[in-house]
Nanobody
Framework: QVQLVESGGGLVQAGGSLRLSCAAS????????MGWFRQAPGKEREFVAVISWGGGSTYYADSVKGRSTISRDNAKNTVYLQMNSLKPEDTAVYYC?????????????????WGQGTQVTVSS
């Protein structure tokens, strides 16, 4: 079992930045693909970013590409999502997820473990 706890969310003005963290416990995440997803009110959960085991491969949703960076520190069992130039449409609950195997999947159904989420609110 892997337990995931997100932090770093909050209220920020448009154009600002936030760094989300996802701390894992229970097992090392070094052999897990890690992803970030988000869900806005009234909308379905959507993929944001994913990173491979060693961090050498990353992939982003078009909506955040160029504004966000996913990274991981396996020694600290933690994954990060740096978000810059935030927009009101980035407002959502952001979830961290872990997936066994090596495929950097973008579908939430492919992930085995989920955190409880952290709220990000971007004001205009």
């Amino acid at each position: 079992q892997v337990q995931l706890v997100e932090s770093g969310g909050g209220l920020v003005q448009a154009g600002g930045s936030l760094r989300l963290s996802c701390a894992a416990s229970g097992r090392t995440i070094s052999t897990y693909v890690m992803g970030w997803f988000r869900q806005a009110p009234g909308k379905e959960r959507e993929f944001v970013a994913v990173i491979s085991w060693g961090g050498g491969s990353t992939y982003y949703a078009d909506s955040v590409k160029g504004r966000s960076t996913i990274s991981r520190d396996n020694a600290k069992n933690t994954v990060y999502l740096q978000m810059n130039s935030l927009k009101p449409e980035d407002t959502a609950v952001y979830y961290c997820a872990a997936r066994g195997g090596s495929i950097t999947a973008t579908h939430g159904a492919s992930y085995d473990y989920w955190g409880q989420g952290t709220q990000v609110t971007v004001s205009s």
